[in-house]
């Protein structure tokens, strides 16, 4: 074998992972002296009613993102013997880089076990190719599988299904492969260990085999398995961790860890001790991992211009919103953050508006009460003689731009 294998935790078709996306075809480039044809393969999110859209934001990300020509292979269901089938298997065999995202694990594995996309996939690492799985494509990986959608959705006990083993298949490690390792999105609760929490994956452990280990991956986060170097190259946000028995092994984006190396250096580690989610989100990075997270910086940015009524500010953190929710559309990522983010939009603009038709009031209508109450102030004075401070008011105003004129009905008063 002399391919890559990767894993993504998660944010596959995000800005987030532009970079990696783009350093990993340079090195499919280099591997195979020359770029080969590149190819998503749908079954994941095939049995979804919007399955044609997921792949057509995809293909759409690694044109304008990655600037990469990538082709769908249809195997939505396996095809029966004839042209569909052959053509599918064909677009996989002469493929440099193959990549399967969002959706079902295993109804991904329900119709790509026992099928000839096993040996398919393993094909195209074995030609220097690269195969790159993530999200729920990426739970099928390891040797088991978590059933994510039974077990935190539907409530079915914890446990595992067979995977399709390809980890051990073409770098001989026998991995169990978690992504979204880091999840936060349930607050309150643990959802880490994509969405199993420490609990539910405590209790999954413990019927793994003896040489099984846990290869987490961080979300926005990818992990390189080079089978020819026999190493783990983590990039992107977050990191990878070994796990087992309890135990981990934290490897922090920048890494690269040699196979013999990855479960060995559990048994030397301490033993893990379950964090608590966190009681309040923490602070986003410079990195934005998420639309919301790059949401919420923005619209920081947006408050403290408005606080100090800089309108320039307003309208900069207004236009980077706009763009950042353009650079996020191609998310195949199924959530609310678009949403959330088209209403912080609409709320800044709403707010910047505000903020307009106090700086296009009339100054009279501003100033004027205040005015009025001056002079009502002179005209007392006047009335009891006391010129001085008749004088000292009409001097101040005149000094703060404001004409005082005396006329047969009273004083007249204009913006200099």
């Excluded at 420490?198 to 040489?211: I, V």
């Excluded at 195949?332 to 505000?354: F, H, I, K, N, P």
């Amino acid at each position: 074998m002399a391919g890559l294998l990767v894993i993504m935790g998660s944010g596959e078709t995000a800005p987030t992972m532009v970079k990696p996306h783009r350093s990993i075809f340079d090195d499919m480039s280099r591997r195979m002296g020359g770029d080969r044809p590149a190819v998503l393969l749908d079954t994941p999110y095939g049995f979804q009613s919007n399955a044609d859209d997921i792949s057509a934001r995809a293909v759409s990300y690694f044109a304008a993102s990655v600037g990469r020509t990538v082709g769908v292979v249809s195997w939505r269901t396996v095809p029966p013997e004839g042209l569909a089938r052959e053509r599918a298997l064909s677009a996989l065999r002469t493929a440099g880089w193959v990549f399967a995202g969002p959706g079902s694990p295993t109804y991904a594995l329900r119709h790509w076990r026992d099928t000839p996309i096993e040996t398919a996939l393993v094909d195209v690492v074995s030609r220097n190719g690269v195969v790159l799985l993530a999200s729920a494509a990426a739970l099928t990986l390891g040797s088991h599988t978590v059933p994510v959608y039974e077990i935190y959705k539907a409530g079915f006990d914890p446990h595992w299904v067979p995977g399709l083993n390809l980890v051990e298949q073409v770098c001989g490690l026998p991995a169990v492969v978690i992504p979204h390792y880091d999840n936060a999105e349930g607050g309150h609760h643990d959802t880490r260990y994509c969405y199993l929490g420490e609990d539910r994956l405590a209790t999954m452990e413990r019927s793994l085999p003896e040489s099984s280990f846990v290869l987490g991956v961080d979300e926005h986060t990818a992990v390189l398995l080079d089978a020819e170097a026999a190493t783990a190259t983590v990039v992107g946000n977050g990191g990878m961790t070994i796990r087992r028995a309890g135990r981990s092994v934290v490897h922090r984006a920048g890494s690269v860890v040699d196979f013999a190396s990855l479960a060995s250096g559990i048994e030397a580690s301490p033993a893990l001790v379950p964090v608590p989610a966190p009681t309040e989100p923490s602070p986003p990075s410079d990195s934005a991992p998420s639309l919301r997270a790059a949401t919420e910086r923005i619209a920081a940015r947006f408050e403290a211009a408005l606080s100090r009524r800089d309108v320039d500010g307003c309208v900069h953190a207004i236009l980077a919103l706009e763009q950042t929710i353009l650079d996020w559309s191609a998310d195949t990522l199924t959530s609310d953050e678009g949403d959330y983010a088209r209403a912080q939009l609409r709320t800044m603009v709403g707010r910047l508006g505000e903020l307009a038709i106090e700086g296009t009031r009339d100054p009279r209508e501003v100033v004027g009460p205040m005015v009025e109450g001056l002079l009502e102030l002179r005209q007392r004075a006047r009335n009891d003689r006391d010129w001085a401070t008749s004088d000292w008011v009409r001097d101040r105003l005149a000094a703060a731009g404001i004409e005082v004129r005396d006329t047969p009905t009273g004083a007249e008063w204009h913006l200099g």
